[in-house]
């Protein structure tokens, strides 16, 4: 039996990246959604929401295929922070987060396009940032150009500049990088994807 498409629901660097490990064939499509927050929506809430639209609205739009849709946020004291985008509101966020404890959502949202079945997931980290002086911060920023990574948070350069304690309950750091590859592939096996 032939396997079906696999479609990525996303225009994530990181995303694709992450997915190129799995050595599968797939494709990535932008869903071009809205991904604004709604009226207090609580950050758990809206990863799952918004990786559910993504997937939907790609699998809606192809025939025959497994569709992968993801978001992630990072909030601390109920506050979302979302990317930066800009040098000065990179500077600011880590400005708030500095000495306090953050939490990283990750949603996954995976739909066989053909039957509707799907299966939903989400990763949760909880970081403690270190306290930080200004010189360190502009120095990360400078030198590692977060802005288009949650709360300015990068893992994969932040890990030792950061990080005072981290906890990871899903064993599968992917996820704090943006795709949580464990159980993404436990639900493409479910689908006999891979």
Do not use: W
Request: with cysteine.
């Amino acid at each position: 039996m032939k396997k079906k498409k696999i479609i990525l629901a996303s225009s994530s660097k990181f995303r694709a990246s992450l997915m190129e490990t799995l050595n599968i064939d797939f494709t990535c499509i932008s869903p071009n959604i809205d991904e604004s927050r709604l009226p207090k929506e609580k950050p758990k809430d809206m990863v799952l929401r918004l990786s559910e639209q993504k997937a939907i609205k790609i699998s809606n739009e192809n025939n025959d295929c497994i569709v992968i849709g993801s978001d992630a946020c990072a909030s601390c004291n109920d506050t979302i922070l979302g990317k930066p985008l800009k040098r000065d509101v990179a500077i600011q966020y880590l400005e708030y987060i500095s000495n306090k404890k953050i939490i990283f959502h990750t949603g996954l949202y995976v739909i066989n396009s053909s039957t509707k079945e799907y299966k939903v997931g989400i990763a949760e980290y909880i970081i403690k940032i270190k306290k930080l002086h200004k010189e360190d911060i502009y120095n990360y920023v400078d030198t590692h150009k977060p802005f288009n990574s949650s709360a300015g948070f990068r893992y994969e350069v932040a890990r030792d500049i950061l990080i005072q304690e981290f906890t990871d309950n899903e064993n599968d750091i992917s996820g704090l990088i943006g795709l949580p590859l464990k159980k993404l592939k436990f639900f493409l096996q479910h689908f006999d994807a891979i």
